[in-house]
């Protein structure tokens, strides 16, 4: 046992903030309505019988109830420092969690503020407990984990689970559990084993079953821990956690540990928690080769599994198995344990209290019992009470031998059945041993019971200890621990026992707080006693009345002492608890007073004493009185001054462990002496403190002294004056006079002088004890050697210089670094060190010149002070080692000291890397600039730092310096905040290498990174890459907010939410958004106008009206499909309201009268479910507007069916849409199956579609099978027939094309191959639209095989471009092949088709199969396969149509020949046809005419695919040259509209719009649109549903989704692009002969988000600016750069090199998309907003298009200079930042006290002018500072030389860079402007005019002679200063007397002084004039 080891005795510290205490979760309660206080409400009255005080009174109802009630509802709460990331500022808060009876209270409040609740929650049965856990989720991408924080709340069955961002989890558990533990990884559970059968706890091969689980996610499984115990025995033998008599005391997360207790030995052993290894894993699962050597095999864990997933929970405790006689199952030897288990289980008490059942065990014998348990040969016969539930087939266990696997005997057959399913639970954590305690812990004799708290624990010097209460032996154990170098393992050194009755942890302040068995209050560091704690109103034991009588025992168990609730009862509550009002009396002399209970309470309230301490968070604890009362007292902190505290830091590090243990603990009881000082003076009282320590006399020094008149330092005076005045005596005065510390303090006097103790006033200092000090007889001022850190002064010397040099560089805390300089001085003076006293008096000379004393130290005892090695001579001054770095010259490295000085070591890397240029400085060289301080203690605080910083190399790509600077800054942690308190002259080089960042950033950089170079637009950039993806899409969330519109009716056109901020901006000019909204609205009635003709009657006027109406319903129908494609992904729907869907209107309103016209009146013949599709189509378009970063969910889903039939179809399509956005994945499978299993024909179609749509390309197994019931041909041949409706057959087929696309999945491959020529069946099956069948199955064929071309693998056998071939030109139908053959034996009774194929069917879908396969392969000869035929007869023998399917896939094979021209276009129509021909011939001019256009229209098809999405303007203005020809043959009537036919003209030009609007997508083309408009308004004649259709959809591409989309090129866009503009449009809204209709939407597939909109980071409003866009070299353009101003569509990405914005109004950001293009991707996927930020002094395009009114342009114009012509009053204008205007607003104006300050008001008007055009806001401050400086020091009013070190800076680095680097790098810098050399030029000459005054005291200070008595000192020391001279005292050179300059320049090599600086000495060196060196002329430097 290590001893404790320094005590501080009878000292006394005062706790402040005393409150009374009541949880707040019970005051909550009273107001919440459950039963738990319908009960505390009936007892109220009679606890009024207890007293008046209200707080006991609840206290007495309180333990009525808990001795009424079930065990349930014990009320608990638990504290803990602030942690929910729920508060922005940063506030010190604690939360609460209570639970009582039913009920969980979270409730959050800090000093300031009330508490409140967070959450609160009510469960339906009581609650076991509630507790926080964090559960780590793995996230999908990396091995990155994101922590979920979560309260889990335990009842008998399960445990709910509720996390912070608001998921609940309920985990059903498989037993009832005792205890839960929160740890690293997620919950322990451990199983209640104590009331279940004993035969239950053995599995199915007699192995216990495990009792420890964990669960490392609510969603998880519950598994069986492992453990590894530490032992000779079994070497690491790993098991499950199967020990009964072990339970768990306490756990914890960081270090990840758990401490159990074993109830038979009685000893406690610390295991550590970790993730299970492989082998761990797999030992514990393989079958055990001899039963001995895993106590679970694998059938064991199988059935373990089966018994824990099958039973919900096991029997209530009533119910429990079998009597304790029999339950003594397994006695095996007398050496064994076991046979206490029973004891053990039902009398606890007995154990612990009676030696003579104990006796001595190894330390492992417990697990030598789990082995012997394991193969015991007899065992008691099971009950069937608990054990049948659990065991749900348990065999009566036979005694088995070796064979471990084979069921035994007579086990019933339901065994063997479930053996091969059952998967063992694999284990998740492994516990494993790091330290158990020795049996006769500290020698006693008797058993000690679990420990009733665990705590970790450290102390002021960083040991670390886990300690733990023994309530029996009334002690805390500490068990001292540390890391191991690798830190990977806790290594447990040594225990120390502490009497205790009570203890708690003070996290933050290194302490605990100990309450004695006598009752007093004590507080520990770690295992150092630090003094007793005054509790004020509570009277310490030791002042008490207690000693005249014995101590009264306290019912502690009573529900409201919170140290005792939660675990302790649940522990508890089988032990026979004495059913009074006592329970359990602890304390060492527990005598049961005879009075009634009724008296003693009454009686013990006069007399409070404490009882528990409890609740520790922080440094705030809760005492429990015996009143029953709570008060929360706070501990006071070591030090609340900065500097104080880092002082301490220093000590600590540097002196030994035991020695800093000494200092801490002694000024600790110094400063919190009750009635301590206040903060001001903590400082002299530390000086005072930390002197004496060292051996002075504090009274003698001068400057000491002094300290003491501020501060009345003696705790005995403090004491006796916050004493209350009735309690005291003269015993107390006495007491304290005698006490230790006094006659301590009166050794070395330090306040009051010895004769003044028994004076009865001590306050009032007296004079005679001050008089004595100073007379003359007083000894010399000599150091007391003996004093505890006499040997350490120059130690602690040297680690309080470095901290004074710390403090340097931080300007909020240099006004504290001249307090520290007069005790440095002091220290220097007496260690002799004059280069150290005159480094600070160059700092401080007007300070340091007043002091003059030192005190003598011996030379022998300086002898036996330890020099550390690490001090030098020469004073490290860290200004001037970044002075000579600046310079250029070699630089020792600096020494720091780690975690202490981080500001010196960031800044002294920052130079090496920056100015020294070494780009290793932060990594591998860091020894070569910093030297780090070995201290007294080992301390790894700087080595990470190191570490990480390599990581953020490799991940970084820094071309210069100044990038890896601000990078590394970044990584550090460091800010701009940190930067504005860096001096400025230190900060300058920092703040030019931001500087040259922002101007060329990467785009690459994280967001920290962005906002340290203060580019706002990047940081905003970068903050919404790191947003969770699923947040609602940033367009929406800023300033793209769609504007809420007014009016009813624009409500519900489905069009609302195109976004006018941002249309306005594309289209300035003209309205053309609202235009296209007025043309795709179908909610309203349109205008029927028919004007009557006299001859015609009204009956037949109202028909006529009608047809008309016909007509136009016709176009009205095909609407909806353009529109889905104009507001695509345009809307977040919000989660609780349904999708609104705005009406399909087909009523009409007849002028004048405005009558209704209504198609239903019966007047006509309206073809019937005319309105199914377009119903359909109406569906998808309302859900196309979702945008697929919504939340969406199931249940929403769900939701929006509608509850009347007719709107079943446009479900149906609201369904396919949400398939098309990717949203159909959320749909539970279960609904659905729901909707196919209605056999509505539509809702199976939308969702087939929309289900593949939302799968494409994933071969998704699931999916296949649903589609796969759908289509016939992928059936077994022998499967029942379904009746599947064609029309979803065809919906099925083209599904698996999207779920296999561009996969060549050979099976299905060529099942569609087969099913492309379907023959038609026998009973009419396949009669019908078999066209639009085997279309789909091509098109399906097309999408597996897309783009594969030649190369498709292992399907050479089916001759796939052969098949194909035959299906287009005809021939001789196959045999079919494979598993179909039978179903197609038969010929159809009704189509004859004979042996030939119908190509008809085939052609189409074959056609464009090889089209897809053989897509942009440029494969020649499937191409001329494709040509069309080149003579009369062959081409009379194609349907025109099919030449145009032709012409369309040969030219998208032969991809790259497509060229953007008439020529072009025109080459694909044969020769004959262009050629003149022989009028003799007999041509058919019909076939010749039809041939050309359809052949045009195929060929201007490919060329709308090749462009599309281009906005390409040649390709443009040759599709728009062929509409125009088109529309003129079609408007004339001559013979080539007769011949060519109206219909055909009218399809070609369909498709040339369709492939313009491709070409054109998402750019909203004027000329477009008009050719849109004038298809719209033809409705007459044979413009069909199908022709309008196919325009309106031209119009939705135009627009795609609002323009922010346009088409892709990519294989599977151009897939996408055929199915949906298939050339055949459909005649009548119910046609789907040739094509489904449905394929239409998949347009979509084929839209990408690649608008780039610049938004200002400033206004969040969108604006223009310049894009320079750089396209890659292609073999048709080289590499070309163009300017686009934005917001504009960017062209394909893979096509770009860069893009970038430009200047020079904008910031410039440029995206390097050769390097990757994922960042510009999710830029553009959201929304594609781009931060820009607006330099100063320009204005945005919108306000000024020209760039004629900006700041810089103005000054062209008037050719005055910049500076005149600026004012102050247009900052507003130039720039953003508020800072700027505010300073233009009240430095630069004029005002009426100002008159006379008018050079200063331009002066700052041009810093102004300066930094805003300089673009450099943030040195502002820099000018005014260098400004302010030179002013003072030219009126001579500088106190310290500080400010003129900076300046020297300033001008070292503006050195550097200008002279060195000559003029090419001047534009780098930051300084560029005259104003820098004209300050230089002043301090010139203020310093030359002082020295030509003064020379002789310069002489006199280098001869080291003491200084004039008129001399000013503080212009010497800013000369020495500002010119670089060294100390020259302790040198030998001699610098005076030189003959030349020559002599005067080698005598000085060595001195490092510049050489312009010299030569300003030389006249006073030389001894001559200050003006003799003629040649010379000194302004030249």
């Not at 469960?123 to 091995?143: T, Y």
């Not at 000599?782 to 505890?788: C, V």
């Not at 002259?985 to 922002?998: F, K, Q, S, T, W």
């Amino acid at each position: 046992m290590s001893e404790v080891v320094y005590e501080e005795t009878a000292t006394m510290i005062a706790a402040g903030e005393l409150q009374s205490f009541v949880p707040f979760g019970r005051e909550h309660c009273r107001n919440h309505p459950n039963a738990f206080n319908l009960q505390l409400r009936e007892l109220q009255p009679a606890s009024e019988l207890w007293s008046s005080d209200g707080a006991a009174g609840l206290v007495g109802s309180l333990q009525e109830v808990s001795l009424q009630e079930r065990e349930g509802d014990q009320e608990c709460w638990q504290l803990r420092k602030g942690c929910v990331g729920v508060r922005d500022e940063d506030v010190e808060f604690e939360e609460e969690l209570y639970s009582a009876g039913t009920v969980v209270i979270w409730s959050q409040g800090s000093r300031t503020q009330a508490s409140n609740v967070y959450k609160a929650f009510t469960v339906d049965s009581p609650v076991q407990q509630a507790l926080w856990c964090n559960f780590a989720v793995p996230q999908n991408k990396k091995d990155e984990e994101q922590v979920e924080q979560t309260v889990c709340i335990v009842q008998s069955s399960c445990v709910n689970v509720h996390t912070v961002t608001g998921k609940d989890f309920i985990s059903p558990l498989p037993f009832q559990v005792s205890m839960v533990w929160a740890t690293k990884f997620g919950l322990l559970l451990e199983r209640n084993h104590l009331n279940t059968a004993t035969d239950a706890q053995l599995g199915v091969s007699g192995e216990p079953l495990p009792t420890v689980f964990s669960m490392l996610h609510p969603l998880d499984e519950i598994a069986p821990v492992v453990c590894k115990p530490a032992g000779v025995y079994e070497g690491s033998r790993v098991q499950y956690a199967s020990d009964t008599s072990m339970e768990i005391v306490f756990s914890c997360c960081q270090p990840s540990l758990v401490v159990s207790y074993d109830r038979v030995q009685g000893i406690h052993s610390v295991w550590a928690l970790r993730n299970v290894t492989n082998d761990e894993r797999s030992s514990v699962l393989r079958c055990p080769a001899e039963p001995v050597a895993t106590p679970l095999g694998l059938m064991a864990s199988g059935f373990l599994t089966s018994h824990l997933r099958n039973i919900s929970r096991l029997d209530s405790p009533g119910g429990s198995g079998a009597a304790p006689g029999t339950g003594t199952g397994c006695a095996v030897g007398s050496g064994s344990p076991l046979q206490y288990s029973a004891l053990h289980t039902h009398q606890h008490r007995i154990m612990t209290s009676s030696p003579g059942l104990h006796r001595v065990h190894s330390p492992n014998i417990s697990n030598m019992a789990a082995l012997s348990r394991a193969h015991s040969p007899g065992m008691a016969a099971p009950s069937f009470s608990g054990a049948a539930r659990f065991n749900t087939s348990l065999n009566s266990p036979s005694p088995r031998g070796h064979h471990g696997l084979l069921p035994s005997p007579n086990s019933t057959v339901n065994d063997t059945m479930l053996l091969p399913e059952m998967e063992p639970i694999v284990p998740d954590l492994c516990m494993e041993q790091l330290w158990s305690e020795t049996v006769t812990a500290g020698g006693q004799r008797e058993m000690s019971s679990a420990a009733t708290k665990v705590f970790l624990t450290s102390d002021l010097c960083e040991n670390r200890y886990l300690c733990f209460l023994v309530e029996s032996h009334q002690q805390l154990r500490c068990v001292k621990f540390i890391e191991s170098n690798d830190t990977s393992q806790l290594i447990f050194v040594s225990v120390t026992t502490i009497p205790a009755k009570d203890a708690a942890p003070l996290q933050n302040i290194d302490a605990m707080l100990v309450l004695e068995s006598c009752g007093s209050l004590v507080l520990y560091t770690g295992i150092t006693r630090v003094s007793k704690v005054f509790v004020p109103g509570l009277l310490s034991p030791t002042f008490s009345l207690s000693n005249h009588m014995p101590h009264i025992s306290t019912p502690t168990d009573n529900v409201s002492t919170p140290a005792n609730a939660g675990s302790r009862h649940l522990q508890r509550l089988d032990e026979a608890v004495m059913p009074s009002p006592v329970s359990m009396l602890k304390g060492p002399n527990i005598k049961h007073h005879q009075c009634s209970f009724l008296d003693d309470y009454s009686f013990q309230q006069a007399t409070p004493y404490i009882n528990a301490l409890g609740d520790p968070v922080c440094n705030r604890v809760t005492l429990s009185l015996n009143s029953g009362a709570m008060l929360r007292i706070c501990i006071p902190e070591i030090a609340t001054s900065e500097l104080v505290r880092k002082c301490l830091q220093a000590i600590r590090f540097i002196l030994p462990k035991d020695a800093a243990m000494k200092v801490l603990v002694k000024w600790y009881n110094i400063y919190n002496a009750p009635g301590g000082p206040s903060a001001h003076a903590e400082w002299n009282l530390f000086v005072t403190c930390f002197m004496t320590l060292m051996g002075y006399n504090t009274e003698r020094l001068t400057w000491t002294r002094n300290l003491h008149f501020e501060v009345p330092l003696s705790p005995v005076i403090a004491a006796k004056k916050a004493r209350p005045s009735d309690g005291g005596s003269d015993e107390d005065l006495d007491y304290l006079l005698g006490s230790h510390y006094h006659r301590q303090m009166n050794s070395q006097p330090v306040c009051c002088s010895v004769d003044c103790s028994g004076s009865n006033n001590p306050i009032i200092a007296d004079t005679e004890g001050l008089s004595s000090a100073s007379s003359p007889s007083s000894p010399s001022l000599k150091l007391d050697s003996s004093a505890p850190l006499f040997p350490y002064i120059p130690a602690l010397f040297y680690v309080l210089h470095l901290l004074y040099q710390e403090l340097q560089l931080d300007e909020l805390q240099r006004a504290r670094a001249s307090s520290l300089v007069c005790l440095l001085q002091q220290l220097a003076r007496d260690l002799q060190l004059e280069e150290y006293v005159d480094l600070y008096w160059r700092d401080y000379p007007s300070i340091i010149s007043g002091f003059n004393e030192s005190c003598l130290i011996d030379q022998v005892l300086i002898g036996q002070m330890q020099r550390p090695s690490f001090m030098r001579a020469k004073p490290p001054c860290v200004l001037s080692w970044l002075s000579s770095c600046l310079r250029g010259e070699e630089v020792p490295p600096f020494p720091y000291l780690p975690s202490i000085c981080q500001r010196t070591r960031l800044l002294v890397l920052s130079y090496a890397l920056y100015i020294a240029g070494n780009e290793n400085a932060t990594s591998a060289d860091v020894s070569k600039y910093l030297a780090k301080l070995s201290a007294g203690q080992k301390s790894s605080a700087s080595e990470p730092h190191y570490r990480r910083q390599s990581i953020v190399k490799d991940r970084f790509s820094c071309e210069s310096l100044a990038e890896q600077l601000v990078v590394w800054l970044t990584s550090e942690g460091f800010t701009l905040k940190d930067l504005e308190s860096v001096p400025f002259g230190v900060a300058l080089p920092i703040r030019e290498a931001i500087y040259r960042c922002r101007e060329q950033p990467c785009s690459d950089w994280s967001e920290e990174v962005c906002l340290l170079i203060g580019r706002q637009d990047l940081t905003k950039q970068a903050h919404k890459m790191t947003l969770a993806k699923s947040k609602a899409s940033v367009g929406s969330g800023i300033s793209l907010e769609p504007t809420a519109t007014t009016e009813a009716d624009e409500e519900e056109d489905g069009m609302s939410d195109i976004i006018p901020g941002l249309t306005g901006l594309i289209w300035s000019q003209d309205l053309r958004v609202q235009e296209v909204r007025r043309l795709l609205q179908s909610s309203r009635p349109v205008r029927v106008s028919v004007v009557q003709l006299p001859e015609v009657s009204d009956h037949e006027y109202i028909e006529e009206k009608e047809n008309k109406l016909l007509q136009l319903c016709q176009r009205t129908m095909a609407l909806p499909v353009g529109r889905g494609l104009f507001t695509l992904f345009s809307y977040q729907p919000v989660p609780t309201e349904p999708l609104p869907v705005p009406k399909l209107n087909l009523t009409g309103r007849a002028p004048p009268r405005n009558t209704m016209v209504d198609l239903n009146s019966g007047n006509i013949d309206v073809p019937p479910n005319m309105t199914s599709w377009p119903s359909f189509h109406n569906g998808v378009a309302a859900g196309l507007k979702i945008a697929p970063a919504s939340q969406v969910d199931s249940a929403w889903i769900a939701y929006n069916k509608p509850k009347s039939p007719e709107l079943a179809n446009e479900y149906a399509g609201f369904l396919m849409a949400l398939g098309l956005n990717g949203h159909l994945t959320k749909l539970a499978t279960l609904n659905i199956h729901d909707y196919l299993t209605k056999g509505h024909e539509m809702t199976s179609i939308g969702l087939l579609l929309g289900v593949s749509s939302a799968k494409l390309g994933t071969m998704d197994m699931s999916i296949t099978r649903l589609l796969s019931i759908h289509i016939p041909a992928l059936l077994p041949p022998t499967s029942t027939e379904l009746d599947v409706p064609h029309n979803v057959q065809v919906a099925a087929v083209i599904g698996i094309g999207l779920v296999y696309q561009g996969t060549g999945h050979r099976h299905n491959a060529e099942v569609l191959l087969s099913e492309i020529g379907r023959p038609p069946g026998p009973e009419m099956e396949y009669c019908t639209d078999r066209e639009s069948y085997s279309l789909a199955a091509g098109l399906a064929l097309g999408m597996v095989c897309l783009g594969h071309g030649s190369n498709l693998i292992g399907m050479t056998d089916l001759n796939v471009p052969e098949q194909l071939y035959q299906y287009m030109v005809g021939g001789h139908r196959r045999a079919q092949a494979g598993a179909n053959r039978e179903r197609h034996k038969s010929p159809s009774y009704q189509i004859k088709e004979g042996d030939t194929i119908n190509v008809d069917v085939t052609c189409p879908g074959a056609t464009l199969a090889l089209a897809m396969i053989y897509l942009k392969t440029n494969n020649r000869s499937i191409a001329d396969w494709l040509k069309p035929p080149d003579t009369w007869f062959l081409l009379d023998f194609i349907k025109p149509e099919f030449l145009l399917l032709r012409t369309l896939a040969r030219c998208i094979i032969m991809w790259d020949e497509i060229l953007p021209n008439t020529e072009w276009v025109k080459s694909n129509i044969p020769q004959i046809i262009r050629g003149s021909f022989d009028p003799s011939e007999d041509v058919n001019m019909e076939t010749m005419v039809q041939a050309q256009d359809y052949i045009t229209a195929g060929a201007c098809l490919a060329l709308g695919l090749r462009f599309a999405g281009s906005a390409n303007s040649d390709a443009f203005d040759c599709l728009y040259e062929f509409a125009i020809t088109f529309m003129k043959s079609m408007s004339c009537s001559g013979t080539a509209a007769v011949q060519t036919g109206y219909y055909n003209l009218q399809t070609g030009l369909s498709m040339i719009l369709l492939a313009m609007s491709m070409v054109m997508a998402g750019t909203g083309k004027l000329k477009v649109l008009q050719l849109c408009r004038f298809f719209h308004k033809r409705t007459g004649g044979e413009m069909n549903y199908g022709f309008h259709m196919s325009h309106h959809m031209a119009l939705g591409l135009l627009f795609l989704g609002g323009c922010r989309y346009t088409l892709s090129t990519s294989n599977s866009a151009i897939a996408a692009l055929l199915c949906a503009l298939y050339p055949h449009f459909p005649a009548h809204s119910t046609d789907n002969r040739y094509h489904l209709q449905a394929l239409r939407h998949l347009a979509v597939l084929a839209a990408e988000p690649r608008l780039l909109v610049p938004v200002d980071v400033d206004s969040l409003k969108p604006c223009y600016a310049l894009l320079e866009v750089t396209y890659k070299e292609t073999k048709w353009y080289d590499e070309t750069t163009v300017e686009l101003m934005a917001p504009t569509m960017l062209p394909e990405l893979h096509l770009l090199k860069r893009v970038k914005v430009k200047g020079p109004r904008y910031w410039e950001l440029s995206v390097d998309l050769s390097k990757e293009t994922q960042h510009l991707k999710s830029i553009l996927s959201r929304d594609g907003v781009l931060y820009v930020k607006l330099r100063a002094g320009q204005l945005p395009y919108k306000d000024d298009p020209q760039g004629w009114k900006s700041l810089l342009s103005s000054t062209v114009n008037h050719r005055k200079s910049g500076v005149r012509s600026f004012k102050p009053d247009a900052i507003s204008t130039f720039t953003s930042e508020p800072a700027l205007v505010s300073f233009a607003e009240f430095f630069c104006k004029t005002s009426e006290g100002m008159k006379h300050r008018e050079d200063t008001l331009a002066l700052f008007s041009a810093m102004l002018y300066e930094c805003v055009t300089q673009e450099c806001p943030e040195m502002l401050p820099t000018y005014i500072a260098i400004e302010q400086v030179v002013g003072a020091l030219r009126r001579g009013d500088l106190l310290q030389t500080f400010p003129l070190w900076q300046m020297r800076l300033v001008v070292e680095l503006w050195d550097s860079r200008v002279l060195r680097a000559g003029p090419a790098n001047r534009h780098d810098a930051l300084l560029t402007s005259e104003f820098l050399p004209v300050m230089k030029n002043m301090v010139d000459v203020a310093l030359d005019s002082w020295l030509k005054d003064h020379s002789s005291v310069l002489r006199s200070y280098i001869r080291g002679e003491s200084l004039p008595k008129d001399a000013q000192p503080i212009t010497l020391a800013c000369f020495l200063v500002y010119r670089s001279i060294p100390c020259l005292r302790n040198t030998h050179t001699q610098l005076e007397g030189c003959s030349s300059l020559g002599d005067l320049l080698v005598r000085s090599s060595g001195l490092g002084i510049p050489l312009r600086d010299l030569l300003r000495l030389a006249p006073v060196l030389l001894g001559s004039g200050p003006l003799t060196l003629q040649g010379f002329p000194l302004h030249a430097f």
